[in-house]
């Protein structure tokens, strides 16, 4: 199994208890017990040995004492056995299979209770030992460890619950799975001797130097200090091929590495000069869990805010991306067909261009407003919402649509503030304005009232359309979700996220008795004002 197939099973399982009732934590082996039974196993195996083997009897200690590689054994076996056919059973029982776990992979010819149970431990065993430290490796392949270390879990009490960095893990395969992993690493990197994450100068480093480099290049006696644990980690991932050397003590130590050229594209990727989506996204997840932790561990309160800030800077910038590329892809096509359409007067084919102009010009020039939109308002999130009037956020989204409904505003001129991102708010209600018109509707009242405790705005947009059954109108909130042909299903989820994650309000689609559809929100007010 393949280091990101063995971390991808151990997030499973993180996230398959998470979903699952509390359990208790499970039992692990003391380690002097594991000691002593790996001993008395290790004098049983010797007497059955002849003399002439006595060579594998010392490799077999060497490779099982080498780290406390029996330890991570007797573990990685007690709990793989108590998540399986030995769940809730007792501390005695489990000791006692993990001890015939330990003897059968040893060697030792030693039955248990049935063929069945005795294949189940074998393979758990083969499991175990895969899961523990391989030689000479040390941490590098401890699953666990690695992602507690790059936050790809958490604990919570007596279990692992996958974070946001794991979910991503978790949606990739192949090379990207590889990026994400290295993308993370970098953002979180303490340092080249960081033996948990590759750092960005030991990356240039591995790209200088791509092939049959020495151990004094790596471990500080010459210009660059790397972790031996991170050129494993990079083996593991394919990135390059280790070579090993015997040492004077008989133990296979790292001489040196081959970079692949799959590992070359990898890191050549991995330090590009421009941002990429994977790196932002992994800057500012591992900035949110770093937050998240300092807030558990240190008792600082750095609140949700900050938390949602990082991210909303993150969307901003994502965005730039998305309409960098955008617009390198589209200006040339729009100035090439210009070009096309030019020289096309007068020819044979003007017409039949000219046939198919009213399709592709609109087409073009509406992805590239949408892309500047989304830039626009993606990079409102980042800044710190602000108050505004709700009458002057009305008019303004009756202004901006060219549409034929007739739109009638009852709003008060005194209301109090409210507090968000105004363009956000604006680009809401015009959703709300563009859909009743799509339904079918001609006219729209939108209407306000102060509640009585004065503390939230309940806003009523009402429409002469078909109406919305009662059975859709939770679902028609829900992205994806459009009760017309054609339709993308993001206006109202967009009108969603903004009164009830931005505004902190609500909003619904209720009854209107005598037809049509009505939308309410109750928005709080950013101050009080007196009437």
């Not at 015997?246 to 590009?272: F, H, P, Q, W």
């Not at 949602?308 to 994502?318: D, E, G, H, L, P």
């Not at 070009?339 to 039949?352: D, K, N, P």
Request: hydrophobic content about 40%.
């Amino acid at each position: 199994m393949s280091f990101i197939e063995e971390l991808k099973e151990h997030l499973q399982n993180a996230r398959r208890s998470q979903e699952s009732s509390p359990t208790a934590e499970p039992f692990r082996p003391d380690a002097s017990w594991v000691q002593t039974e790996f001993i008395k196993l290790a004098e049983r195996l010797e007497r059955t040995l002849q003399n002439s083997d006595s060579d594998r009897l010392k490799v077999l200690h060497r490779e099982w004492s080498l780290d406390e590689r029996v330890t991570g054994f007797a573990t990685n076996l007690a709990i793989l056995l108590q998540e399986g056919f030995l769940h809730g059973e007792p501390r005695s029982t489990i000791e006692e299979h993990v001890r015939l776990g330990m003897a059968r992979y040893m060697g030792l010819d030693v039955p248990a209770g049935s063929l069945t149970r005795q294949l189940e431990i074998d393979r758990l065993a083969i499991k175990a030992w895969h899961l523990s430290p391989p030689l000479s490796a040390g941490d590098a392949n401890n699953i666990e460890k690695y992602s507690l270390e790059i936050r790809a879990v958490r604990r919570r009490a007596n279990r692992l619950e996958v974070a946001p960095i794991g979910d991503v893990l978790l949606a990739l395969s192949g090379r990207d799975a590889i990026q994400w992993l290295l993308q993370v690493e970098v953002a979180q990197s303490m340092g080249p001797m960081d033996a948990w994450r590759l750092s960005r100068e030991s990356a240039e480093y591995i790209l200088e130097h791509p092939n049959n480099v020495r151990p004094e290049f790596l471990w500080g006696r010459t210009e660059l200090t790397c972790s031996w644990q991170t050129i494993r980690r990079l083996d593991f991932l394919g990135v390059l091929e280790v070579t090993e050397a015997m040492s004077d003590s008989g133990s296979n130590v790292l001489s040196g590495y081959n970079l692949s050229n799959e590992g070359k594209r990898i890191l050549e990727t991995l330090l590009a000069p421009t941002e990429t989506p994977f790196s932002v996204l992994a800057a500012t997840l591992s900035q949110d869990e770093s937050l998240t932790a300092l807030e558990k561990e240190g008792g600082v309160k750095t609140g949700i805010d900050t938390v949602f800030n990082s991210s909303a800077i993150a969307t901003a910038r994502q965005a730039r991306l998305v309409v960098h590329e955008i617009r390198n892809a589209l200006i040339p096509a729009q100035i090439a067909l210009g070009s096309l359409y030019s020289s096309m007067v007068g020819s044979q084919v003007e017409a039949e261009i000219a046939r198919f102009r009213p399709r592709i010009d609109p087409g073009i020039d509406r992805a590239l407003k949408f892309v500047t939109d989304l830039l626009k308002t993606s990079e409102l999130a980042a800044r710190a919402p602000e108050g505004f009037d709700l009458l002057r956020v009305l008019a303004d989204a009756v202004a901006s649509l060219a549409t034929s409904l007739r739109i009638k505003l009852d709003v008060a001129p005194d209301l109090p503030s409210l507090s968000g991102y105004r363009e956000r708010f604006v680009l809401a209600i015009v959703n709300l304005l563009r859909n009743a018109e799509q339904a079918g509707a001609k006219q729209v009242l939108i209407a306000s009232e102060l509640e009585a405790n004065n503390r939230n705005i309940l806003l009523t947009v009402d429409d002469d359309g078909p109406g919305v059954l009662p059975e859709n109108r939770e679902r028609i909130f829900q992205r994806g979700i459009s009760l017309r042909s054609g339709g993308a299903g993001e206006g109202l989820a967009l009108v969603k996220e903004v009164v009830e994650i931005e505004l902190h309000g609500k909003v619904a689609c209720v009854d209107k008795p005598d037809g049509g559809a009505r939308f309410r929100m109750r928005l709080p007010v950013a101050e009080r004002t007196p009437r």
